[in-house]
């Protein structure tokens, strides 16, 4: 089954607005990345936060992880129509075999402009 | 310049016949992976390599065959394609497992 749930499926907000996107995942982790994909194009990283951090800032992203809650939020704030793409989070297991990333089954934003 | 390049972009092709992709990464990574993205959007990995050496190798049909000639470069060959098969499939690469993946472009794999 899949490591990470994302909540919404899918977002549609107003330039300017915020957009807050939530990730699940059922085992312990190492680190939860965030990656956004554009249409047609690959992932391209966004944010690493570690199991022992709660809340990390990338410009106007804002990424916060709770360990009990085994979740992770994304924030973009005063969004921009360029934002407009499917982000996904990926844990990095604990007690994995090898090095690999697990996604999750990602959120697609839409802003309006 | 290009940090994870492969090639084609796209790619149709009949059932049956046997297809390679290529995939090459400037950045000096260790690692490589090769990951399967389905018409839902989901990805899920196929392959990891580490120093030319097979890592990871998940519940993969074995007409799925990958190739490290080198740490640079991972191709994924595959044989008697089917319907199923079409997919996006992304190569990625990264210093370690731990950190960030850098991906490639895709290649939109089409089997008619």
């Known amino acids: 089954s899949q490591q990470g749930e994302e909540d919404p499926q899918a977002l549609s907000i107003q330039e300017g607005e915020n957009a807050t996107m939530n990730c699940s995942y059922k085992?312990?982790?190492?680190?939860l990345q965030w990656y956004r994909q554009n249409s047609g194009r690959g992932l391209v990283h966004l944010i690493l936060?570690?199991?022992?951090?709660r809340e990390k800032h990338s410009g106007r992203l804002r990424v916060t992880l709770d360990t009990s809650k085994k979740s992770s939020s994304l924030l973009i704030t005063a969004s921009r129509a360029a934002d407009t793409a499917s982000y996904f989070c990926?844990?990095?297991?604990?007690?994995?075999?090898?090095?690999?990333?697990?996604f999750g089954t990602g959120t697609r934003l839409a802003v309006r402009p | 310049d290009t940090a994870v390049s492969q090639t084609p972009k796209y790619l149709v092709t009949q059932m049956g016949n046997d297809k390679s992709i290529k995939c090459e990464q400037n950045?000096?990574?260790?690692?490589m992976y090769w990951y399967k993205q389905d018409s839902k959007k989901f990805l899920k990995i196929m392959f990891s390599y580490n120093n030319k050496e097979l890592i990871i190798n998940e519940t993969v049909p074995n007409r799925f065959s990958p190739k490290s000639p080198d740490k640079a470069h991972l191709n994924l060959h595959i044989n008697s394609l089917e319907l199923g098969d079409s997919a996006v499939y992304f190569c990625a690469s990264s210093p370690s497992g731990n950190t960030e993946a850098f991906f490639g472009q895709g290649t939109r794999l089409t089997v008619v």
């Open positions: 950045l000096g990574h260790d690692t």
């Open positions: 085992t312990s982790i190492n680190n």
């Open positions: 936060i570690r199991s022992n951090e």
């Open positions: 990926a844990t990095d297991l604990q007690k994995s075999s090898g090095d690999k990333l697990t």
